[in-house]
C-alpha cells in the first residue's frame, strides 16, 4: 500500500516540475489584464476537466475576494460555460455536442474577455471549436492540456502543459485542478496587497 501511495505522489511531482513557469506566469498575465479592463473570463472543459473548470470558475468569483466581500472593488467575472444543463442540451441536440461551448462564445465573446480551455488531451472537437471561436475574434487563450498538448497546445497564448504519457488523466487532473488552486492563491494575495 504504501509503495502505490509513493509511486503515486512522486508521478504528481515529477510532472509538476515539467510544467513551463513561463508560461504560467503568461497565464496569470492574461488574466490580469482582464481584471484591469473588466473583461470576462470563460472557462470550458469536458469530464473531470468540466469540474475543475466549475471550482475554478467559483474560486475565481468568490474565494479571491472572500475577505473583502463588504468592500467596494473591481471583481472577477468568471463564467462557466455552457451556464445550463437546457443550453447543453440544446445546443447539443440541435447543433452537435460540438458546438456546447462554441455556440455560447459565439453569442457572449467581447474583446475584452479571455477564454480558459481545460483539456486532457487537447484534442476534443468542441474545446478547440471554441476556441478557434476565440482565436478568430483575437481573445487571448489559457489552455491547461495533458499528454502531448494536442491541438490545444498549439493554438493557446498561454500553454500550461502538463507533459506525459497518453491516458494518464489521474496525473493531468490533479495537476489541473492544482494549478488552478495557485492561480487563485495567487490573485487572493494580489487583491489583499491592493485594498
Known sequence: MDN?????????????????KEELAKALKILEAAYERDG????IGNGGSLAIARHFV?????????AHIDKDIKRFQAIALPTTDAELTAWA???????????PLKNYLQESDVLVAISSSGNSINIIKAVEVAKERGIPIIGLSGFDGGKLNELA????LVSTEKGKY????????????FI??????AISYRV
Open 40 to 43: 470576462r473570463i470563460y472557462v
Open 157 to 160: 497564448d498561454a500553454k500550461v
Open 93 to 103: 441536440n440541435d447543433l452537435g455536442y460540438d458546438m456546447v461551448f462554441a455556440g
Open 58 to 66: 467559483g474560486d475565481l468569483n468568490k474565494t479571491v475576494f472572500g
Open 184 to 189: 487563485i492563491k495567487y490573485f487572493k494575495e
Open 4 to 20: 502505490h501511495i509513493s509511486s503515486f505522489f512522486d508521478e504528481i511531482s515529477r510532472h509538476f516540475k515539467l510544467i513551463s
Open 170 to 181: 489521474e496525473i493531468v487532473e490533479s495537476i489541473h485542478a492544482s494549478v488552478c488552486h
